[in-house]
Structures are given as structure tokens and as C-alpha cells.
């Protein structure tokens, strides 16, 4: 079994967002960046369905050369190799241009990532790639068992969930549930630097879309405070201010 991982290169989460030229381009100064904490979920139940030789895992990264440390932890997780699609990932479309065209040069079994990248909250990259390479696409999984040939797949829905069966090759993004984030050992982390890590230059495809402008939210406002015995005064505020009713 073979499963290819997409991994985003994202802003660790304790990041304060600033932005620079005219608010068009994130401020990347002094930013520490992690794997996307929905891809390590998706790399985990890979790493999960492979252990015991059934299988090998390769990461994918669409990014330049300064995503590599962040491939590398993905490798100390424990993936067996790595490939970085040599391009900046201007946008969703771009992204899954780049992962289905490599996908289609190796034979793989499934394809995983999470559900969205924590810095774009897209969602979008997964089905594209399934639109690419024509596969079926589940969308926000929470538990995944495969015997071989066919993929058992849990979704939630409203009131309830979903269970779906693929057999074939297919690709599906994974959510909290469907695996515990693995966290390195000391000898993931080292053999993680002799792992293959294989840099292939990006495809050319039309730009479809492009940032205009990036805009921070509004800071937060001070606390009204508002007395048990003055319900009118709140409701008031309620419509006036908080404009909720």
C-alpha cells in the first residue's frame, strides 16, 4: 500500500498576523512555521494503516526551499520519504494542479491531508486534486479503516453520520478523530535527517486567482458591564450596539 500525505507549511498558532506592501502580502518576519495541525492528523492514521510493513508514506509539500524543516518533522513523525513541489502555493488551484500532477507519476493507493490549512481555512485543495486526477473526494472525515481494497470511511453529518465505502483509489481530508497527532521521538527526529527528500520543479498552469488585499479584524471592544435589574437597558444594547436581535 502506497499513501501519499499533503502537508501544508503554515504559521505556527500562536503567530500574531501582520501584513506588509499595502496589506497584499502576509509578514512572514520572525514567524515560526509547523506542519498544519489537521495534515499531521491525516499523517498519523497514514503512518497508523502502514505500520507493520503494509505500507510506505510519502509527504508532499508544494512550497519552497524554506518549507524543508517543516518536511523534515513531517519525515521524524514518521514518513518513509518526501517530495516539495519547488513553487510558492499562490492559491488552492495551484496547489492541487501541482499534487495531482506527481500524484499521476507513482501509483498510489489513497491520497490524505486535512481538512483545511489553519492559515487560508480553504478547504478546497482536496477536492480539486480529486477533480484533477478524477478520483472520488470525502470531504471531512472522522474515521478511516481500509482492508486492502476498500476504504470504511465516517463523516459527520447533521444529526447524525455517514458512512461511506470506496474501493479504488480516492482522496479524502481528515479531521479530529480520525487519529491522534503523533508527536517525534528523539529517533524519529534523527532518522529523519537521511530520509529521501525529493525536490521536483512545479508545472506551469494559468494564475485564476490573486490576493487583492488582506484586512486584520477589528480589535475587540471594551466590556459592558450591565446590572441584573436593568434588562431594557440590555436589551437595548442587544439592538443597538451588538445588533444580535
Known sequence: M?????????????????????????????????????????????IELCAGDKGTVTVINVG???????????????AD????INAEPRDAYFTAYQIAE???????????CGRESIDYNGSQVAAMVGEFLDIPSISIIKKLDYDGTTATI??????????????????????????????????GIMSARSKPLQVVEAKEIAQISKVQQFDTPPPRGA?????????EKLIGLLHSEAKVI
Open 154 to 187: 465516517e463523516r459527520e453529518i447533521e444529526g447524525g453520520k455517514e458512512v461511506v465505502s470506496v474501493s479504488g483509489k480516492f482522496i479524502a481530508s481528515c479531521a479530529e478523530g480520525t487519529a491522534v497527532a503523533t508527536i517525534p521521538n528523539m529517533r
Open 81 to 84: 520519504d518526501a517530495v516539495r
Open 102 to 112: 506527481y500524484a499521476k507519476t507513482t501509483d498510489y493507493d489513497m491520497i490524505l
Open 64 to 78: 519552497e526551499s524554506v518549507t524543508e524543516p517543516t518536511i523534515r518533522k513531517a519525515l521524524a513523525i514518521g
Open 223 to 231: 466590556v459592558k458591564l450591565v446590572p441584573a435589574d436593568e434588562t
Open 2 to 46: 502506497k499513501i501519499l500525505v499533503c502537508i501544508s507549511n503554515v504559521p505556527d498558532t500562536t503567530t500574531k498576523i501582520t501584513f506588509t506592501n499595502d496589506n497584499t502580502q502576509f509578514n512572514t518576519s520572525g514567524v515560526s512555521f509547523i506542519v498544519n495541525p489537521y495534515d499531521e492528523i491525516a499523517l498519523s492514521r497514514a
